[in-house]
């Protein structure tokens, strides 16, 4: 169940985040039990870190971290340590759980809390990751602007999202801050910040997982469906919606991750 404490608002935003209504909160820790890095690809981010040599003393922000999946393998892969923070608290539970088995929780700290206050904090990190959260913080340039805010001069901003793999803007909500990949990197580095990398995802990847990811939400709605019968359609309008997602996403997003170094 999610918590009880959350406002209206804030369950929008998890709603909003996890591609569902708020109505469908209480059962997405269940239809989500199986997928653990929920569309970030924390591999790519590891080897894009990895590859700069950055000391264990490094300290990383994880933004809307759901699972953990990226904080875990920063600080298993690199030494790394890591604040990931999520509005979910079954997600906080997961990571959390996650990070003990794994052997890194001296070395990863998860909070629910809104990452919008973190951004209003006098925090200064090595690295902030924003993964996988699309337009939560408006264009690429206004969720630059705003996640620089908390990296120390030099440091690091992570991006794991995407841009239009045609010329034609999607007519979608949420999808507005979608652009070309020109004016992505433009957009990007619109602050001063030095783009150091771009790691494309090949379409096939993007798609195996996204069938993958599918068949999971199936079986676990399946489940809930002969549980909970009154709820049946919802959870099968859930389903439907995660499908024909994807689909949209596979024909007109490029995915992508970037590596930006905070200018002065």
Same mark, same amino acid.
Not at 162 to 183: C, I, K, P, V, W
């Given at each position: 169940?999610?918590?009880?404490?959350?406002?209206?608002? !804030?369950?929008? !935003?998890?709603?909003?985040?996890?591609?569902?209504? =708020?109505?469908?909160? =209480? %059962? /997405?820790?269940? /239809?989500?039990?199986?997928?653990?890095?929920?569309?970030?690809? =924390?591999? *790519?981010?590891?080897?894009?870190? $990895?590859? &700069?040599?950055? =000391?264990?003393?490094? &300290? *990383?922000?994880?933004? $809307?971290?759901?699972? $953990?999946?990226? $904080?875990i393998r920063l600080a298993r892969d690199l030494g790394f340590g890591v604040l990931g923070v999520d509005l979910f608290e079954p997600f906080i539970r997961e990571a959390r759980e996650r990070a003990r088995r794994e052997g890194v929780d001296d070395r990863c700290e998860f909070r629910v809390a809104d990452a919008r206050d973190l951004l209003v904090s006098n925090s200064r990190f090595d690295v902030v990751v924003w993964a996988a959260l699309g337009g939560a913080l408006g264009g690429f340039d206004r969720c630059i602007g705003q996640l620089r805010r908390? *990296? &120390?001069?030099?440091? @690091?901003? *992570?991006?794991?999202?995407? %841009?239009?793999?045609?010329?034609?803007?999607?007519? &979608?909500?949420? @999808?507005?801050? @979608?652009?070309?990949?020109?004016?992505?990197? !433009?957009?990007?580095?619109?602050?001063?910040?030095?783009?150091?990398q771009e790691t494309l995802i090949p379409q096939s990847e993007v798609e195996a997982c996204n069938r993958e990811n599918n068949r999971r939400i199936q079986v676990r709605a399946k489940g809930l469906m002969e549980r909970f019968p009154e709820h049946a359609d919802r959870l099968a309008g859930y389903v439907e919606s995660q499908v024909a997602e994807c689909e949209v996403l596979e024909s007109s997003i490029a995915a992508a991750v970037w590596l930006l170094q905070r200018g002065d």
């Open positions: 169940m999610h918590c009880a404490r959350l406002t209206d608002e !804030q369950e929008r !935003q998890i709603a909003a985040a996890l591609e569902t209504t =708020p109505d469908l909160l =209480p %059962f /997405l820790s269940e /239809l989500l039990a199986d997928i653990w890095e929920l569309g970030s690809w =924390p591999a *790519v981010i590891a080897e894009m870190l $990895g590859a &700069r040599g950055l =000391p264990s003393s490094t &300290r *990383v922000l994880d933004l $809307g971290c759901g699972k $953990g999946a990226i $904080g908390i *990296v &120390r001069s030099n440091g @690091y901003i *992570v991006i794991d999202d995407g %841009f239009l793999a045609s010329e034609h803007a999607m007519e &979608r909500n949420g @999808y507005d801050h @979608y652009t070309s990949r020109e004016e992505t990197h !433009q957009l990007l580095t619109r602050h001063g910040d030095e783009l150091l």
